[in-house]
């Protein structure tokens, strides 16, 4: 039996030893090479994070691909945008990187590319159809490996196109994920003195776990920066496509903040460019946007969304809160952390002043921390929809925008609850003018929210 809950919104996940046995694995992969191989053998970018369960996965999923027919490009363990990179620069149909990303240890998936673009909804419920129905035509021919070494040839394409005016000083947190090479080697390539930090592969995370959006999990980087008298610290996610990061002072600066920064930075050279964000970013960006002579665009939540929407628009930037940042400017507007700190590197060394105080912009909102609360994932669209009809008959919400879940805007600040797409979760956050009506804001949310989930309790 196959949980279909593992083909998600914009990728494929689930508990790995429960949801995705050898057999399941490989008809999904026997799926990837119907998918991109309508009319001939396709051939396929393949790579891997370092959880235990990846190479189990990853040698069930090839025997699906060679099975029908796949050639097959193995970059082995690298970030999920490195696998993003080898399938654009090498002409592939399509890209598959075996990763948990930042879901708990026990879960691993797979993301998949195809071009410049990532699967979506749609193409993921294609393959799900084609799964479920055993649609696997016999082909001729078998297909066959052919291992390329993808990260030294992204090292080069970067470090070639990124210039320091001057040195900096930055502690770098791979997590003992996917990034914990190539982020290092990258920083110093483009001129960085680089302080390592959880470095070494190791899939358990027995440091912290890697995922840059939880506070918890940049102490470690906080305490770095201030006793190495750094310019900065970052910390990658756990397949490389979220960046979070750390200011001189060891302070967590929020996504939202970078996106900002690298707006005005983008403005400066293309004034009245449109930079896309998604509804759960601070209103922080919209003014800055706005200020430096850009074009606010809000979106849904995904990666997928975000560079579907870039592409339709021509957007040179977007970005989200939880890390993922899209350079459409010189690079090809996939989600790519490591490329995003070197931008940051970048920018900071351009300044005469240091990242702390570029972000003097930032006190002018109090956003409290993120929530993610529990909930089924056979619930938790039901409850969303619930949370808006509810909310929408609030005399004191001003505003709502229900592109994705429901944002209500209030007179100094607003709240937003969406169900996650990739775990069984709703994501909640708060924003206002002061710490007192940010928490208010939230006390009221939550208090309404217990009609529907009696125990509240964060994922």
């Known amino acids: 039996m196959i949980n279909e809950q593992i083909f998600r919104a914009y990728d494929i996940r689930g508990v790995a030893d429960r949801d995705l046995p050898d057999e399941v694995v490989r008809d999904i992969g026997k799926a990837i090479g119907v998918f991109f191989g309508r009319t001939e053998a396709p051939t396929i970018a393949l790579g891997h994070d370092p959880r235990p369960s990846s190479p189990r996965i990853k040698e069930a999923l090839t025997r699906g691909l060679l099975e029908v027919g796949v050639r097959i490009l193995d970059v082995d363990l690298v970030p999920t945008p490195v696998v993003y990179f080898a399938t654009v620069e090498w002409g592939c149909e399509g890209g598959v990187s075996i990763t948990g990303s930042h879901t708990p240890r026990e879960f691993n998936g797979l993301k998949l590319a195809k071009g410049v673009e990532t699967l979506g909804e749609a193409e993921i419920q294609e393959l799900k159809s084609l799964v479920m129905g055993q649609s696997f ?250 949370m808006k009809e509810q909310l929408l008959q609030r005399g004191d919400v001003q505003k709502a925008i229900d592109i994705d879940g429901i944002r209500a805007h209030f007179t100094d600040g607003w709240a937003l609850i969406r169900a996650t797409n990739t775990e069984p979760a709703l994501n909640l956050r708060f924003e206002a003018t002061t710490r007192e009506r940010a928490e208010a804001i939230r006390k009221d949310v939550l208090d309404l929210l217990s009609m529907q989930l009696p125990s509240i309790e964060e994922a």
């Open 137 to 386: 035509p016999e082909k001729e021919a078998h297909g066959f490996i052919e291992r390329r070494d993808a990260a030294s040839e992204y090292l080069d394409y970067i470090a070639t196109r990124i210039q320091m005016p001057r040195r900096l000083r930055v502690v770098v947190d791979a997590g003992n994920a996917a990034a914990s090479e190539v982020g290092p080697r990258l920083l110093e390539r483009i001129g960085c003195s680089v302080v390592p930090l959880f470095c070494q592969f190791d899939g358990n995370f027995p440091n912290h776990f890697p995922d840059p959006v939880k506070a918890a999990n940049l102490r470690q980087l906080q305490e770095m920066v201030v006793r190495e008298n750094a310019d900065l610290g970052v910390a990658f996610d756990g397949d490389g496509d979220r960046l979070g990061v750390v200011d001189d002072h060891g302070n967590i600066v929020l996504g939202d903040f970078i996106l900002a920064l690298f707006a005005c930075d983008l403005l400066s050279r293309k004034p009245g460019a449109e930079v896309i964000f998604n509804v759960t970013t601070s209103q922080a960006v919209t003014d800055e946007v706005t200020r430096c002579g850009g074009v606010p665009f809000m979106f849904k939540v995904g990666h997928s969304n975000i560079k579907s929407k870039m592409r339709e628009t021509g957007a040179l930037l977007a970005g989200e809160p939880s890390g993922h940042f899209y350079f459409g400017e010189d690079y090809f507007g996939y989600d790519d952390a490591v490329y995003s700190a070197a931008r940051l590197c970048q920018l900071v060394a351009r300044q005469d002043r240091p990242l702390s105080q570029l972000m003097q912009f930032t006190k002018r909102y109090v956003i409290l921390p993120e929530m993610r609360v529990k909930c089924a994932d056979e619930r938790k669209f039901e409850v969303t929809e619930w």
